[in-house]
């Protein structure tokens, strides 16, 4: 039997929780992405670390557009 079909979900609410599911996980990968890498200086890394736990959503997607930039590439 379709579990889907058994809990009858529509296409919001299958928004809703892709939405739910993904939401944690973006600041987690970014926190973790933060934390293991190279910054030109370290307060640089606390103020992204900052942004992305009192911003969760915005802060990650923040982070992902400019804040990778700002890390140091190792060759």
């Not at 307060?43 to 992305?52: D, F, G, M, P, Q």
């Amino acid at each position: 039997m379709n579990t889907l079909l058994f809990f009858e979900f529509n296409g919001v609410e299958l928004i809703f929780i892709a939405f739910a599911l993904a939401y944690p996980l973006l600041s987690i990968i970014c926190l973790i992405d933060i934390v293991r890498s190279d910054f030109k200086d370290s307060v640089t890394k606390l103020i992204w670390a900052l942004i992305v736990l009192f911003a969760p959503f915005i802060g990650s997607i923040v982070y992902l557009i400019i804040g990778r930039k700002s890390k140091i590439s190792v060759p």
